[in-house]
């Protein structure tokens, strides 16, 4: 099956700094890639996706990178605030009728 | 938030005990998964459905069963829990197998 990595684990950067997660996966067949956030003690919820047929994709302060070749995804998160502060998941799928693969997580704190 | 429902919220039970878990929703979407999440491993996938009466195991099913009988209801059951289950639960559902939004969680002691 799929294996996901995430890194870093944990992230410290000061308020109005960028912050850069990675992810790398294993199945070249994977075609999704969601990014969610989960705050203590709540659900996780969707932040951001991209497919496979796109190399990047933004919102706002946030953006996410694709490298098929590497096979490795990226979240990018500008002008940082106290209220990113979170735990943030990347997942890999090959999409509908697939399962959803993790990564391990990793926990953003944003010193003000 | 979508409309996504867990029951029970908490829940202590003793090994050896059967317990089962309902995730419902209103959203009318297809898929639905069960999850569990644990310190150092992100969220695992338990077993997911893609219709009523269709589901297929995801990375950690063992010692677990699921059932689907309607569209709105997903059910996770533990036929005899162990304190290696002791986790928080999430439910999520999908309109199309992607974007997946979760639900509030259940936290599972098995004492």
């Not at chain 1, 090959?94 to 003000?112: A, D, E, M, Q, W």
Request: contains cysteine.
């Amino acid at each position: 099956g799929e294996n996901v990595e995430q890194h870093p684990s944990t992230l410290s950067v000061q308020e109005g700094d960028s912050a850069v997660i990675k992810c790398t996966y294993s199945d070249s067949a994977s075609n999704y890639f969601p990014w969610y956030k989960q705050e203590l003690g709540k659900r996780p919820q969707l932040i951001i996706d991209i497919r496979s047929n796109v190399g990047e994709k933004k919102d706002q302060r946030i953006a996410v990178t694709l490298n098929k070749t590497a096979k490795h995804f990226s979240l990018h998160i500008t002008e940082t605030q106290p209220e990113d502060s979170a735990v943030y998941f990347c997942a890999a799928s090959r999409g509908n009728f697939n399962k959803f693969y993790f990564g391990s997580g990793t926990k953003l704190n944003v010193k003000p | 938030d979508a409309g996504i429902t867990q029951s029970p919220r908490h829940k202590v039970t003793e090994t050896g005990t059967p317990v089962t878990l309902r995730c419902h929703q209103t959203e009318n979407h297809r898929y639905m998964y069960w999850y569990r999440q644990d310190p150092g491993h992100g969220l695992r996938l338990i077993h997911y459905s893609y219709g009523v009466k269709d589901t297929d195991k995801g990375e950690v099913s063992d010692g677990y069963s699921v059932s689907r009988s309607k569209t709105e209801d997903f059910l996770l059951t533990l036929e005899s829990a162990t304190s290696s289950q002791t986790s928080v639960y999430f439910c999520a559902i999908s309109e199309s197998g992607q974007e997946q939004y979760f639900g509030p969680g259940t936290r599972l002691t098995v004492t």
